[in-house]
């Protein structure tokens, strides 16, 4: 029989890429679908996996939509990947993120625990809980701090995943995953920002690209492989936490650099800072250790930043040629 999951926030970056990977796997693949007024299923088309797998309406914030959604879709495996997830919009809508990013987990754990308390869960936490960095490189142990309103929903979501996993004795892990970016990472994130930005400008199309702060230093990997690790935290003999990284940080002036450059231009030349773009608090450094995933999951990521910034760089020109 094949194993079916559920995917929350299947439209975005992640929840395509893992639709991906479990229907390849032979899943049979739901995904809770937010009522919106446009069309959120770019991304499950790109990846061209629309038409295998069932959309089934419902909200994080419905508490009555997820124990519907659990009973239909039956789910032998449940991944939360819904959340409000942009640090920054965090700011300017800090209860809508509470409601979905932190209270929805515990919507989510108890339409499990009341439909069917033996599902794997996946939580999708977050390096933005590291925040104002405790350890120069920061593994499972390290303490938290966060810096934004997104960041200490994501540290309630953590924490109520560890409370049901102790206290119902529910298969429950987080995944601590630092930046990762693909080809369909939403345009307001700085990595696709700047490929997008790169693109227009090589076409001729954009004049300048304006950005925050630019010494940010992040640890970036790829969507593709890290959905690979979500899946086998849920296939480990007992529910645990696991940072997923490179173990490399960059920062985002580099970043460019390395997208301009690859366009044959000098990201100097059009780089514009603008101080709209920098946020209240900053999470200047982010570095993670990865060794417990390589240790018991037999986890590593594939592809480097270079490689990743290309792969967008080409799939932006692509899209903006064809505009
Ligand atoms: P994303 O592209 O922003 O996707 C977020 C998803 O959540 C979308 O499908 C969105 O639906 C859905 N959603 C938002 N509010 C909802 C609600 N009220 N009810 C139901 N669905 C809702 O995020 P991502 O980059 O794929 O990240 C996936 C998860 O990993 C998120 O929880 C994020 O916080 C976390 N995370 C991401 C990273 C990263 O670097 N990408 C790192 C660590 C953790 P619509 O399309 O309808 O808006
Ligand atoms: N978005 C954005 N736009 N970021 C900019 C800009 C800009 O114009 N200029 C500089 N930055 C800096 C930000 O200040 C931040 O330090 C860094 O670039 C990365 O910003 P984002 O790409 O927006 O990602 P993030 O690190 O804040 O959050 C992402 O990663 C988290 C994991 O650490 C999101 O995917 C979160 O959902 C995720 O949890």
């Not at 049901?164 to 298969?171: A, K, N």
């Not at 992040?218 to 959905?227: E, K, L, P, S, T």
């Not at 709209?276 to 982010?286: G, I, N, Q, S, T």
């Not at 480097?304 to 799939?315: R, T």
Request: net charge negative; glycine share 6%.
């Amino acid at each position: 029989m094949a194993k079916r999951a559920l995917i929350t926030g299947i439209t975005g970056q992640d929840g395509a890429y893992l639709t991906k990977l479990l229907y390849e796997k032979g899943y049979e693949v739901y995904g809770l679908l937010a009522r919106r007024s446009t069309d959120t299923l770019w991304r499950l088309r790109f990846l061209d996996v629309l038409d295998k797998i069932e959309l089934i309406d419902g909200d994080m914030t419905d508490v009555s939509s997820l124990v519907r959604v659990m009973h239909k879709a039956k789910p032998d495996e449940v991944y939360n990947l819904a959340a409000q997830s942009f640090v920054y919009t965090s700011w300017y809508q800090p209860i809508l993120t509470g409601q979905v990013t932190a209270l929805g987990v515990t919507n989510l754990l108890e339409a499990i625990r009341q439909t069917n308390k033996e599902a794997r869960f996946y939580q999708a936490s977050t390096s933005e809980m590291f925040g104002l960095i405790q350890e120069t490189v920061q593994d499972e142990n390290t303490s938290f701090y966060p810096r934004s309103p997104y960041g200490v929903a994501k540290l309630y979501g953590h924490w109520i995943t560890i409370n049901y996993r102790e206290s119902f004795d529910m298969f429950c892990c987080s995944g601590l995953l630092f930046n990762h970016e693909s080809p369909v990472r939403g345009i307001e994130f700085v990595t696709r920002k700047v490929t997008d930005a790169a693109a227009r400008i090589k076409h001729g199309k954009q004049k300048e690209l304006r950005l925050g702060n630019i010494d940010a230093k992040r640890d970036w990997g790829f969507a593709g492989d890290y959905v690979e690790a979500m899946w086998l935290m849920l296939q480990h003999d007992k529910p645990e936490d696991f940072v997923i990284a490179t173990g490399t940080t960059t920062t985002v002036r580099d970043m460019c650099r390395i997208a301009f450059e690859y366009l044959d231009m000098n990201y100097e030349d059009y780089v514009v800072i603008d101080k709209k773009f920098y946020r209240p608090a900053e999470v200047d450094e982010l570095l993670g250790n990865p060794a417990k995933a390589k240790k018991l999951l037999n986890w590593e990521p594939k592809t480097d930043l270079q490689q990743l910034i290309h792969m967008m760089v080409d799939a932006d020109m692509v899209r903006v040629s064809k505009e």
